[in-house]
């Protein structure tokens, strides 16, 4: 039985541009990286290419655009892939919404703790102005009536209740910030851990399926 032998065609290289849709010079260039099919030498300063090359060479860059458009298709359709994605998203955006609300809150508390901060800057500056006032007093006069001892007592001790309180008031807002700070602190580091497992698992789901498309690629079939 006499075996059927595929015949070789010659191309110039205006049908190399014609088969191929690419430029002189880019057909030149490839050539010289070894990019594209060796010309054969045809004597005379003459070259040609092979017509089965250069539709290998079509032929090649085909399946590779084809195997680029499987691997951006790839979907998570498992149920079980799409419900453990899905749970992850939820949770992530659950915990994004709740460190969200607790920076807030953290941001309202520095926000009263620079009021009263200046509340007591203020009751200490009224009370250093009351003592500068009773003691320009006492030197015009060098004694105090007592009227005026009393009402300068008086006045003392309404400023010092002014000023403790304000000061208790400080002490409990910088609690409320410590507290609330380990809060903001947890609830990023949860936020964080969730995204890491969240993109883990996409990876993970996204090679397992690269996997599975790329054992049905013909180039990688034996």
């Known amino acids: 039985m006499q075996e059927t032998q595929t015949k070789e065609r010659f191309l110039r290289i205006d ?48 399946e590779q655009r084809n195997q680029k458009q499987q691997e951006n298709k790839m979907k998570l359709q498992t149920p079980q ?14 915990q994004k919404e709740t460190l969200i609300m607790i920076d807030r809150e953290l941001a309202a508390l520095h926000t009263q703790q620079a009021k009263n901060n200046a509340t007591i800057a203020a009751v200490k500056s009224e009370y250093e102005q009351e003592a500068a006032a009773i003691k320009a007093k006492f030197e015009q006069s060098h004694a105090l ?12 001790a309404e400023l010092k209740a002014r000023l403790d309180f304000f000061t208790a008031t400080g002490e409990e807002l910088e609690e409320k910030i410590y507290q609330k700070s380990e809060q903001v602190f ?30 049905k690629l013909p180039c990688l079939e034996a």
């Open 15 to 62: 049908a190399v541009i014609e088969l191929t849709g690419l430029a002189r010079s880019t057909i030149y260039d490839k050539t010289r990286l070894n990019q594209f099919p060796q010309p054969v030498d045809l004597g005379g300063n003459k070259k040609a290419w092979l017509e089965s090359e250069v539709n290998k060479w079509i032929q090649e860059r085909i």
């Open 81 to 94: 892939i799409q419900e453990k994605m899905t749970a992850l998203l939820e949770q992530f955006n659950n």
């Open 145 to 156: 009536a007592l009227d005026d001892y009393t009402l300068i007592q008086k006045a003392k």
């Open 186 to 215: 947890t609830a990023k580091t949860q936020l964080l851990a969730t995204r890491k497992h969240l993109i883990f698992s996409y990876g993970e789901a996204l090679v397992n399926e690269f996997i599975k498309i790329s054992t």
